[in-house]
């Protein structure tokens, strides 16, 4: 799903009307156009926002980077720069600690914690991962980490694995707690309550040399764990699950993307963006939401870019192209019946690429999302927008301008 979507980012693409969001944070890495991206967001109990990502420096490296925007204010500070990385995941445990993965630029995933208060990270886990993609705390404190990992299996042959580990709380070191051959972990999260209350991590397994959307579960706290969807779209290409929330009402929802054949093309296929839904902790499963902006228009949410509004809503974030025009674009089931509708459709200049990757609400149920975007002049923006705060006027115009005041 990333590299369609960093594809894509590449190309110079057409603007999409105004809808009444707002950027809050435009960010570059300082004296640098080069790549930015926002791609993750967590959240304290105090309130603060953190967002993770990467940003390239002018000689062409890039840094883990992660922003803080603190409770009550509207400006983000950057707080953590860490050398040669790429930060694709984030979670704060009920101590305050923020934890962020992602991948190492010598290659490698990566988990790093930052204490409140500390200046320096510490690296907590590297010795199992090829990539971190999602992060999750559960109230106990107990940290996991989904992503994927290559294993020498046999000489001149490399297995991927879809991958979990688990640092208990109080614990120091990670432990696999799940692994499944010929996948990867993308993302993971927890339902508390409810009929489909449990532990999730979401990906993909190769099947037939074709990607399947994989959905696996744990009822035990991450003990034992298993599949609890397996799912291709078409029977013929790729499909790969990216996020997983619960409604806080019995409900489970999964997100992600799934190939097809693209109606305009006799050899490309295009992707749709889907959400899928189970009432009985994954049991069955309906299609929520099977969405493109026009017919081949590929689409797909960000890995983990799902969750809930202030008004219990479903929102997901993600891209969507318009003949081969990629748009930052959140669906939310707040339409008729529950129905998925888009509430944010943008680009940061016209004739040019933008994709979210992220979204959260906030403890006051503001809702973020966030990712990367490209300007007029073709540098790269790490954006975070905001919907104006309920009763506040929209405004029909975006804002192409770096750190404005939000609202």
Known sequence: MKSVIEALESRRLLSAGPTGWYTVDDYQYPSSTNLARQTALAKDAAGNLFAAGFATDPSGRQHGIVREKLAGSTSWNTILDYNNAQLTSAAVSPDGTLYVGGESGGGGGIVLALAPGATQPTLVDSSQFSTVNGLL????????????????????????????????????????????????????????????????????????NRENWLVRKSADGGATWATVDNFNYDGLHGSNAGGITGDGKGNVFVSGAGSAFNPNSTTASSNHWLVRESSDGGQTWRMADDWQPEAGGASAPGYGAIGLDGGGNVCVAGYGAQNRIAHAIVRSNSGVNGAFVTIDDYQLAPNTASANYSFISDNAGASYAGGGMIDASGASHWVTRDPPAPGAPIHGHRVHHNHHPAH
């Open 137 to 208: 705390s559960d109230a106990a404190g107990n940290v996991f980490a989904a992503g994927s990992s290559s294993i020498v299996t046999k000489p001149n042959h490399t297995t991927a694995y879809f991958i979990v580990r688990e640092k208990p709380a109080g614990q120091s070191s990670f432990h696999t707690v799940d692994s499944v051959a010929n996948g990867s972990g993308n993302g993971i999260n927890v339902v508390p309550t409810g009929a489909s209350a449990g532990l999730y991590a979401v990906g993909h397994i190769v099947l037939n």
